[in-house]
T-cell receptor, first 119, second 111 residues
């Protein structure tokens, strides 16, 4: 079964500093996708970044980058130059192969990390 | 297109009552997913549809839960004989290709 582990229940960072949120995963699939989402207190899930299992380069999206270490089964999110608006819950998620072998199945989420950015 | 819409945003119901939630996905998205999220936890998968076909159901989806997507567009999630343990945020997401777009959720409180 797929499993995502986020071992940091809460993280604190000073504004303008960088922070790394940890994520490890477990899967027997060869093809999978890893996602990071941000969930502010308002509740919506905001997509941040995606890494495919066959992508050789680490994904980057603006201030977000994903440190993908396939052999270690880790997909850590790095947020550079933290802003006060980055304070939120962050979820790592993995896309499974879909039912019947279709490519796009459900997402399995980790427990989340609450990030607090201090001024 | 305004994204994934969920209705209602909040629902308070008495234990034992039935409730129904609606999700309107992005119009061209053929896949639709339902998740449940309790406070401080990550979303847990309930079920998903490709067009009108329900392809997978979680064991979390007890016989009190049923979901439909009759014409491959909007979907409904019904909970019968609600219990206090059903109190949670119910999230809907839709997808066409690689990404998933989430709605703002329906927060259910069972009293």
């Amino acid at each position: 079964a797929q499993k995502i582990t986020q071992t940091q229940p809460g993280m604190f960072v000073q504004e303008k500093e960088a922070v790394t949120l940890d994520c490890t995963y477990d899967t027997s699939d060869q093809s999978y996708g890893l996602f990071w989402y941000k969930q502010p207190s308002s509740g919506e899930m905001i997509f941040l970044i995606y890494q495919g299992s066959y992508d050789e380069q680490n994904a980057t999206e603006g201030r977000y980058s994903l440190n993908f270490q396939k052999a270690r089964k880790s997909a850590n999110l790095v947020i550079s130059a933290s802003q006060l608006g980055d304070s939120a819950m962050y979820f790592c998620a993995m896309r499974e192969v879909g039912a019947g072998g279709t490519s796009y199945g459900k997402l399995t989420f980790g427990q989340g990390t609450i990030l607090t950015v201090h001024p | 297109d305004t994204g994934v819409s969920q209705d209602p945003r909040h629902k308070i119901t008495k234990r034992g009552q039935n409730v129904t939630f609606r999700c309107d996905p992005i119009s061209e998205h053929n896949r639709l997913y339902w998740y449940r999220q309790t406070l401080g936890q990550g979303p847990e998968f309930l079920t998903y549809f490709q067009n009108e076909a329900q392809l997978e159901k979680s064991r979390l989806l007890s016989d009190r839960f049923s979901a439909e997507r009759p014409k491959g567009s909007f979907s409904t999630l019904e909970i019968q004989r609600t219990e206090q343990g059903d109190s949670a945020m119910y999230l809907c997401a839709s997808s066409l290709g690689l990404g998933y777009t989430f709605g703002s959720g329906t927060r259910l409180t069972v009293v």
